[in-house]
């Protein structure tokens, strides 16, 4: 049913074939991968991101809040031969996706979904319920009430299937932020809970830092750190 045209680490290598599906791995950070996201969307009837980096920019898209001159000078011994844009970003900013499925890392479970939806005919659904509906499903005991973790869980998008919580610690959001996240309230939980207005910044400027509401409210956070 599925012929594979392109996939290095297996073996196939035919980068300018015509695909049905494409799924792609990966921010944007170079024009060499500018122009290969372009290449591969032109030459693909659907376009699926998989993962953190490449829906939502990923830990690389963490030096966007920074001078990346400074970091590739500390740690290229020829920096002059990096060729960077000037952002680390998800895909989505360039060309047009068909389907996002988020995590770091992505679920099985949702990539085959995904695929048989599509050899089906049927177009895939995007999951975006809240992890806390997971916990709940799963009879999990919430360790924000319990325990008091600074669990992102409420904000974030479900398809980990809570493995966090399940084990009694708190969700860091590698899924994401779910739609109408309320951030600002659960940030001001956390200060309540005690943590710091650095500590509450790291919360939301991680692995989606480029993504909103987490970026902003990750940066009000880090201002009032600052202040």
Same mark, same amino acid.
């Given at each position: 049913?599925? !012929? ?12 300018? =074939? $015509?695909?049905? @599906? ?8 170079? #024009? ?9 969307? =032109? ?28 970091? @590739? ?5 020829? #920096? ?9 970003? #998800? @895909? ?20 085959? $979904?995904?695929?048989? %939806? ?5 177009? #895939?659904?995007?999951? $975006?319920? &809240? ?6 499903? *799963? ?22 299937? %809570? ?6 610690? !708190?969700?860091? =959001? ?10 600002? *309230? ?12 650095? =500590? ?6 991680? @692995? ?11 940066? &009000?956070?880090?201002? &009032?750190?600052?202040?």
């Amino acid at each position: 049913l599925v !012929d594979i045209v392109h996939f290095a680490e297996a073996g196939f290598l035919d980068e300018s =074939a $015509t695909v049905d @599906i494409a799924f792609v791995e990966g921010s944007v950070s170079t #024009p060499h991968e500018l122009d290969r996201i372009q290449q591969i969307r =032109a030459n693909s009837r659907f376009l699926i991101t998989i993962g953190a980096c490449a829906t939502a920019g990923g830990l690389q898209a963490l030096r966007n809040m920074h001078d990346a001159n400074e970091w @590739i000078a500390g740690v290229y011994a020829r #920096p002059e031969h990096i060729e960077l844009l000037s952002d680390s970003t #998800p @895909i989505r900013e360039h060309v047009k996706v068909d389907l996002e499925l988020w995590g770091c890392p992505v679920n099985t479970r949702q990539v085959l $979904t995904a695929v048989r %939806a599509l050899l089906f005919g049927v177009p #895939p659904v995007e999951e $975006t319920d &809240k992890v806390c509906l997971e916990c709940k499903r *799963s009879q999990t005991v919430c360790v924000l009430v319990a325990k008091g973790e600074p669990c992102l869980g409420p904000v974030t998008r479900t398809g980990c299937g %809570a493995i966090c919580p399940q084990v009694g610690r !708190d969700c860091y =959001a590698c899924y994401g932020p779910a739609e109408t996240s309320n951030t600002a *309230s659960l940030a001001n939980r956390f200060e309540g809970l005690g943590l710091q207005p650095e =500590a509450i910044a790291r919360r939301f400027l991680f @692995i989606n830092s480029h993504v909103e509401p987490f970026n902003a409210e990750g940066r &009000k956070w880090l201002e &009032k750190a600052h202040e």
